[in-house]
């Protein structure tokens, strides 16, 4: 390090860069440039401040833009970025757009993946729009949602799951936000998709809503019916 410092006495050009002098050794941690020469020399340099490096501001501590702003060149301030873009790093010179599944509020340093139950097909957007009725997204980062398929269905907005069709209810499409009741002496198939009837040797129930086996000693011998027979 000592062979970047000036002799003691001589007028000597403060470089662009703090890490040089300011950080590149331990006996200087946490000082900016000016500090640590003055101090290693016990203040017997004249030091000169030429400017700020590109990405950088103040001329008496060159400072570099942070993470979730970048360097403007025309009024050399760091400039916070817009909703919708991001810079993850120091001494940007640019904010760049967030991707579709993303998205960002003013200042951020990192985009944000859209939540399940939320979908973001367009880049450089603020927020991310929820799953419609009849879909539903159950992972991060997401450019679309899934269709509710056959046996089930989505009666909400920002669902993660389907809803299963209950007992006696059935639905044949995909997403659909309900689901349909069986046909009268009919009952649901065992996925929701679609009902049949009672087969033979059973009947159907107006209780259960359901098939049940013909007691001992009884038959039927028919479908759709809803006796047995000694």
Not at 151 to 180: P, V, W
Request: aromatic content about 14%; hydrophobic content about 25%; some cysteine.
């Amino acid at each position: 390090i000592n062979s970047f410092f000036p002799k003691i006495n001589d007028t000597f050009t403060v470089l662009y860069y703090q890490q040089l002098f300011g950080f590149a050794t331990p006996q200087f941690s946490g000082l900016d440039s000016k500090a640590a020469i003055l101090h290693h020399y016990n203040s017997n340099v004249t030091l000169e401040i030429i400017g700020c490096p590109v990405g950088s501001f103040n001329l008496s501590n060159c400072s570099y833009c942070p993470p979730g702003t970048f360097y403007d060149f025309s009024s050399n301030i760091c400039i916070v970025c817009e909703s919708g873009t991001f810079s993850n790093q120091y001494n940007s010179s640019k904010c760049d757009d967030c991707p579709v599944g993303t998205w960002s509020q003013k200042h951020f340093s990192v985009c944000q993946q859209c939540e399940p139950g939320k979908y973001q097909n367009k880049s450089k957007m603020d927020h991310c729009e929820e799953c419609q009725t009849g879909y539903y997204q159950n992972e991060y980062g997401q450019t679309n949602c899934k269709p509710c398929k056959p046996g089930t269905f989505s009666n909400s907005s920002g669902l993660i799951n389907c809803f299963n069709c209950i007992d006696n209810t059935f639905q044949s499409e995909y997403q659909q936000i309900k689901c349909n009741l069986c046909p009268s002496l009919m009952v649901a198939n065992y996925n929701h998709q679609n009902c049949s009837f009672c087969l033979p040797g059973e009947i159907f129930s107006d209780f259960s809503r359901n098939c049940i086996q013909c007691p001992n000693g009884t038959y039927q011998q028919q479908n759709n019916c809803t006796q047995c027979f000694p």
